[in-house]
């Protein structure tokens, strides 16, 4: 008898273990409960408690290297100077586009940023948005390609801690909503309007997103799945053929705040809206100078959009936060195909958005200036830690005035 109730108890606490591992309890891991909340609004809790996401898009890329460098294995390690700035701003999350082809050194990235400063991560797939060949959400063979690479990602990442929710895509919807990396087949050439083909577009599109929604609840039910997205015109088409995502992740730049935005998507499909960017830059086209007090000026008033739309009592209550464009200024985007600019800071407008008034008149109204909307400047100037100096703009201030105070 005092056998079997050996083996009992032995049985007890063999099971207890595999709990207490699969929370995470033991090695001094735990897991932390994520999910969204409906009641007369949404809200994001982590840990039973609200969280509203005062995030940067991340990318710490040094001057002279461009978007394929691999920051994830750094030897200067960027992203502990960064952290420890972002969590002296009350920086709370940070979203990564892609992950490392590395998976060691990207859960290094994700768990130094959680377990140093209390950073959460968005961890992103493109969804082949930007590779190449351009994509085609009619071919089976590439949506095949990216349905075991997104997966894939969400096996390699699922269990490290930090990992806040998936964002999958970008702004892939402007393949039929604009003119961007353009895709079809015989089939959808063959329908007998432009209007027939961007609505069959939108329904093999989205519903390409939500079979992915679906499998990575089966593989991983603690994590919410983001869909993101650049603005709201294909909204009633997400909603029809997209029923499985948590949230919008919504990408708008329409200057000093949103307009109408949160209500459109209220309306349209209705989902809480994360801002996965946002933001303006520090160059006036107009003048041609820096102009860091009219981004800080414009960054204020979209947080402010973003907060009151947080709260069903002031605004739509449907916004979870948002993600602002970027932390970093990135000096490699202006000419991406010239290796020999990559260290020199372009003062060249790329395109125009006249709701960024202050150089609106700017020649040509080319008024966007890709190479200065991070909140921190890069200082060709190497810190004693080996990485690009940070020289923290206005913008960094106004936000850390607002972030800290709400932390």
């Known amino acids: 008898m005092k056998k079997v109730i050996a083996m009992g108890l032995a049985l007890v606490a063999f099971g207890l273990a595999v709990y207490l591992v699969r929370q995470g309890a033991l090695g001094g891991r735990r897991t932390v409960s994520i999910e969204i909340q409906k009641t007369d609004g949404y809200r994001l809790l ?5 969280f509203l996401v005062r995030g940067v898009c991340y990318s710490p890329v040094p001057i002279g290297k461009d978007y394929e ?18 969590k002296d701003a009350g920086v709370n999350t940070v979203r990564f586009y892609r992950m490392g082809k590395n998976p060691e050194e990207a859960r290094e990235v994700v768990g130094d940023l959680y377990r140093k400063y209390g950073i959460h991560s968005l961890v992103g797939h493109y969804l082949g948005f930007w590779g190449w060949p351009p994509p085609n959400y009619a071919d089976e063979a590439f949506k095949e390609k990216i349905r075991t690479q997104v997966m894939e990602m969400v096996r ?61 609840k089966t593989m991983d039910p603690l994590h919410p799945v983001v869909m993101s997205v650049g603005e709201t015109a ?13 949230a919008i992740g919504m990408i708008a730049y329409r200057g000093p705040g949103f ?5 459109q998507v209220k309306q349209q499909f209705d989902r809480p809206v994360l801002l996965t960017e946002w933001g303006a830059d520090s160059y006036n086209a107009q003048v ?45 985007k202006g000419n991406e195909n010239l290796p020999h600019t990559w260290s020199v800071q372009d003062t060249a407008g790329h395109w125009g958005n006249a709701s960024y008034y202050t150089d609106a008149e700017a020649i040509g109204r080319m008024n966007m200036n890709e190479e200065w ?10 810190s004693a830690d080996g990485n ?10 106004v936000l850390k005035s607002l972030w800290t105070q709400s932390s």
């Open 259 to 263: 307009g109408n935005l949160f209500r």
């Open 69 to 86: 460098y691999n920051f994830w294995g750094d030897p200067n390690k960027p992203w502990l100077a960064d952290g420890k700035m972002m």
């Open 46 to 50: 982590v840990d039973k408690k609200p």
């Open 388 to 397: 690009n100096a940070r020289l923290p703009k206005k913008a960094y201030f």
């Open 156 to 216: 390699l990442y699922k269990d490290t801690p930090g990992v806040l929710m998936w964002v999958l895509g970008n702004e892939n919807n402007y393949s039929f909503d604009r003119n961007v990396q353009r895709w079809s087949s015989d089939a959808i050439d063959a329908l007998p309007t432009p209007e027939a083909q961007k609505a069959e577009k939108a329904k093999l599109y989205y519903s390409f997103v939500n079979a992915l929604a679906r499998e990575i």
């Open 234 to 246: 294909s909204l009633a088409a997400a909603a029809e053929h997209c029923p499985d995502i948590d």
């Open 373 to 382: 909307w991070g909140i921190v400047a890069l200082d060709p100037k190497t």
């Open 288 to 332: 041609g100078a820096p102009d860091e007090e009219s981004q800080a000026q414009f960054l204020k008033l979209q947080w402010k959009d973003i907060e009151r739309n947080s709260d069903p009592k002031k605004g739509e209550g449907n916004c979870l936060g948002g993600t602002l464009f970027e932390w970093s200024d990135e000096w490699w």
